[in-house]
């Protein structure tokens, strides 16, 4: 299969469902390269949470996406970054507000994080941390 144009391979990988896709992206050191280098197969690993598109919170909650961008913070985006804390690789937050301690909590639960990126977020002052920070060892640190 590694003889087989990385176009064709693009296509035949697309069609396969979120799941085998992390399962063939672990073959390989050229199939992780293929997926990892295509927008096409990056965007079924993404969530973009937006607190004005969020329909179905069990549904984006049963999936494990790896990728996650959080945009204006709310109770119902909080609690689904949360419910898949643990696939976390990347984590980008922008723009709103959120109390320490819930970040905290994502962090500690993200053992495989490794790009985190942070832009224009308010800290809610009132928590006092109950647990230390975790070490993180990103790749990435915006």
Same mark, same amino acid.
């Given at each position: 299969?590694?003889?087989?144009?990385?176009?064709?391979?693009?296509?035949?990988?697309?069609?396969?469902? +979120?799941?085998?896709?992390?399962?063939?992206? /672990?073959?390989?050191?050229? +199939?992780?390269?293929?997926?990892?280098? @295509? @927008?096409?197969? %990056?965007? #079924?690993?993404?969530?973009?949470?937006?607190?004005?598109?969020?329909?179905? #919170?069990?549904?984006?909650?049963?999936?494990?996406?790896?990728?996650? %961008?959080?945009?204006?913070?709310?109770?119902?985006?909080?609690?689904?970054? #949360?419910?898949?804390?643990?696939?976390?690789?990347? /984590?980008?937050?922008?723009?709103? $507000?959120? !109390?320490?301690? @819930?970040?905290?909590?994502?962090?500690?639960?993200?053992? #495989?994080? $490794?790009?985190?990126?942070?832009?224009?977020?308010?800290?809610?002052?009132?928590?006092?941390?109950?647990?230390?920070?975790?070490? %993180? $060892?990103?790749?990435?640190? !915006?």
């Amino acid at each position: 299969m590694e003889t087989l144009p990385k176009e064709l391979l693009i296509d035949i990988f697309n069609y396969l469902p +979120f799941r085998d896709l992390l399962q063939v992206s /672990l073959v390989c050191v050229n +199939f992780n390269e293929i997926i990892n280098d @295509s @927008s096409k197969l %990056l965007r #079924k690993f993404r969530l973009n949470l937006n607190s004005r598109t969020l329909s179905d #919170k069990e549904w984006i909650g049963s999936r494990n996406y790896c990728r996650v %961008l959080m945009r204006a913070t709310s109770s119902m985006s909080l609690n689904i970054v #949360k419910s898949i804390s643990e696939n976390l690789i990347e /984590l980008r937050i922008m723009y709103g $507000k959120m !109390h320490l301690r @819930s970040l905290t909590r994502i962090l500690i639960k993200s053992s #495989k994080l $490794k790009e985190l990126s942070i832009v224009k977020l308010n800290f809610i002052s009132k928590d006092v941390l109950r647990e230390p920070l975790p070490v %993180l $060892k990103l790749n990435k640190l !915006h």
